[in-house]
């Protein structure tokens, strides 16, 4: 069983910053692509950025310059760093990764529970 546990959110005012990380942990042979992904009240969920185990990254536009995302293949653990935030962040952030299991000839893709980042005005 592999699980990704996030931590880092919380309550913050426009113009602030908050760094989000996600860890996964269990049985596997390899982790290969993760990111974040956003689900605001209301919205569908979307995607915030993503980082390749060899540390290639594709963000949205909405984040882009502002979110960098970064990678410890060592630790199988990402992180978010989120600067400049505006209220329009504001949502539950989930983590997601794409997983090689032990036995498996493809990846398993796995979500977390999510955090929640409030930014207030």
């Known amino acids: 069983q592999v699980q990704l546990v996030e931590s880092g959110g919380g309550l913050v005012q426009a113009g602030g910053s908050l760094r989000l990380s996600c860890a996964a942990s269990g049985i596997f042979n390899q982790v290969n692509n993760m990111g974040w992904y956003r689900q605001a009240p209301g919205k569908q969920r979307e995607l915030v950025a993503t980082?390749?185990?060899?540390?290639?990254?594709n963000y949205a536009d909405s984040v882009k310059g502002r979110f960098p995302i970064s990678r410890d293949n060592a630790k199988n653990t990402i992180y978010l760093q989120m600067n400049g935030l505006k209220p329009e962040d504001t949502a539950v952030y989930y983590c997601?990764?794409?997983?090689?299991?032990?036995?498996?000839?493809?990846?398993?893709?796995?979500w977390g529970k999510g955090t929640l980042v409030t930014v207030s005005s």
């Open positions: 980082i390749t185990r060899y540390g290639n990254t």
């Open positions: 997601n990764a794409e997983v090689r299991t032990v036995g498996s000839f493809r990846d398993i893709e796995y």
